[in-house]
């Protein structure tokens, strides 16, 4: 019956109080880089699809992973709390205080500036609890044991690179130390960034929603979804007459994403177009080979004409 109501709640059919009490339980890190401006949420559990109901995150703004007796609202009016200036803590302390069930519930509130709190209710089925550290908050419920939110902290402090870097390594590090008590299903990363002059601000966003294996499938989902972040800075850098730098990032994709075709594919196409054809040559047949079917497009894309003139790539699109 839950599962009907919550259901219906998702669809617009009942309010959203209606699947306010829905238990996930679960670990989650919300994280900050202040100086890159990215923000995020990494969460996994013993529970199908938690990616839609937990993580919350708006660029230039915060995140929030709201779960136990999980109160979606927390995200959604969280947010908004923290546009209008009230700290992580100030944030926890407006939604608890009108929620009669704010003891079931968990969760975890960092700003843009990498301030954190987090939250847990002493309905909270053990072992329950949460950490602050620079720049995140860790929180779980049903966990094996204290250790997991411990080495998720440890993880996300001593990994260097991207955000998302850091919050799928303390995701990793949660499950290493026994995770979810009940077992596996589901996790989700989600990361934003305000871009110039792009209304969409979520750089990655991934899930596994149902999964014997869910910490292999996240990280296999996070390779691609650089790779072609990547592919994404180097359209961008194209657009703006920087070829270098579209050339960059598209080999970058490439070294991320090597058995996704459309890497070679465009960084064919910007070494065509930049005149350096035997590169070009070389990773459009890579694309081809991957992916036949590319050969139409091949045939007509303007980005290949320093291509054309060869015999070698006439015999390749045939």
């Not at 989700?188 to 292999?216: C, N």
């Not at 296999?220 to 730098?245: F, N, P, T, V």
């Not at 960084?267 to 992916?291: F, R």
Request: with cysteine; hydrophobic share 45%.
């Amino acid at each position: 019956m839950k599962r009907i109501i919550f259901a219906l709640a998702i669809l617009g059919l009942l309010p959203l109080a209606a699947y306010t009490t829905m238990p996930v339980s679960t670990f989650s890190i919300v994280g900050c880089d202040p100086t890159t401006g990215e923000l995020g949420v990494a969460v996994a559990s013993k529970y199908f699809a938690v990616g839609s109901v937990v993580p919350w995150a708006k660029a230039g703004v915060g995140a929030i992973a709201t779960q136990a007796w999980v109160n979606v609202d927390y995200g959604i009016k969280g947010l908004e709390l923290l546009e209008k200036g009230l700290s992580p803590q100030a944030v926890i302390d407006s939604l608890t205080k009108t929620d009669s069930a704010f003891q079931r519930r968990q969760l975890g509130v960092i700003d843009s500036k990498g301030n954190s709190a987090t939250f847990t209710g002493t309905g909270c089925m053990n072992w329950a609890g949460g950490l602050t550290a620079k720049d995140c908050a860790v929180q779980g419920n049903i966990l094996v044991s204290e250790n997991v939110v411990a080495c998720m902290v440890q993880a996300f402090e001593n990994t260097t690179g991207q955000l998302g870097d850091r919050l799928l390594a303390a995701l990793l590090a949660g499950d290493s130390a026994g995770g979810d008590s009940r077992g596996k299903q589901s996790a989700a990363l989600l990361v934003v960034k305000k871009t110039e002059g792009f209304r969409y601000d979520r750089e990655i966003d991934i899930r596994v929603d149902d999964s014997p294996q869910p910490f292999a499938e996240i990280t296999r989902l996070y390779g691609i979804a650089r790779a072609l972040s990547h592919l994404d800075a180097a359209a961008k850098a194209y657009q703006k007459g920087e070829l270098g730098a579209a050339i960059e990032h598209a080999i970058t994709a490439v070294k991320l994403g090597p058995n996704l075709p459309e890497t070679y594919y465009d960084l064919a196409c910007y070494l065509s177009l930049s005149g350096k054809t035997a590169e070009a040559m070389t990773n459009i047949k890579t694309a081809l080979t991957m992916a036949p079917h590319f050969k139409s497009m091949a045939k007509n894309d303007t980005d290949l004409q320093n291509l054309r003139v060869l015999p070698e790539f006439q015999e390749l699109i045939r």
